[in-house]
């Protein structure tokens, strides 16, 4: 079986695990990212931005930490590439892949994003990310700059596999992950 057909079977398992959580499991999750969030703060004195997601498919919804801090929301394009971009007042629009997004004229660069919250179907003990295949992170946190910015995994609990994930050598390991029993950084 290929790396491929191996990571459609977990996506497969993890989305259908996912569909099944809480409205209430979602809630906990988001208490202890803005839990996380706010020790993160806290703790350095030139806060950023704080690069999310717009939540996709029964995703954790974090939108609420905009009530505390500038965030970023990511805008990919056609040459399957993410950047992100402040998340102001202006009417959001679809990116390429019909996400919503803003659409500034000037997008952030690794040193004014602090942290990355991204969403995951699954990830393991080894920080091993399980996504929609797309590439967009891992193309992204291939940049050594882009690297170094902390990228934590948002999911819940009963979706962090007890055995290492599929993992293909353009992966690259997550900074930690929060649920709604742990936050593992």
């Known amino acids: ?70 965030l970023a929301l990511p805008r990919c394009n056609d040459k399957n590439q993410m950047l992100f971009y402040p998340w102001d007042e202006k009417p959001l629009t679809k990116d390429y892949e019909g996400i919503l997004s803003p659409n500034n004229s000037f997008s952030l660069s690794c040193n004014q994003i602090s942290m990355i919250l991204v969403p995951c179907l699954s990830v393991d003990k080894n920080l091993t990310r399980l996504g929609y295949g797309g590439g967009y992170f891992d193309k992204l946190r291939s940049d050594i700059n882009w690297r170094n910015v902390p990228c934590i995994g948002v999911l819940t609990s009963n979706c962090v596999s007890e055995i290492p994930l599929t993992r293909a050598e353009w992966d690259i390991p997550l900074s930690g992950f929060i649920t709604e029993k742990e936050i593992f950084v």
């Open 1 to 70: 079986m290929t790396i491929s057909e191996k990571k459609k079977l977990e996506r497969n398992t993890f989305s259908k695990l996912r569909d099944e959580i809480s409205l209430n499991q979602r809630e906990d999750v988001e208490k202890n990212v803005k839990l996380y969030v706010d020790s993160f703060i806290k703790e350095y004195k030139n806060i950023g931005y704080i690069a999310i997601y717009w939540p996709l498919r029964n995703e954790v919804d974090i939108r609420s930490l905009k009530e505390k801090i500038s």
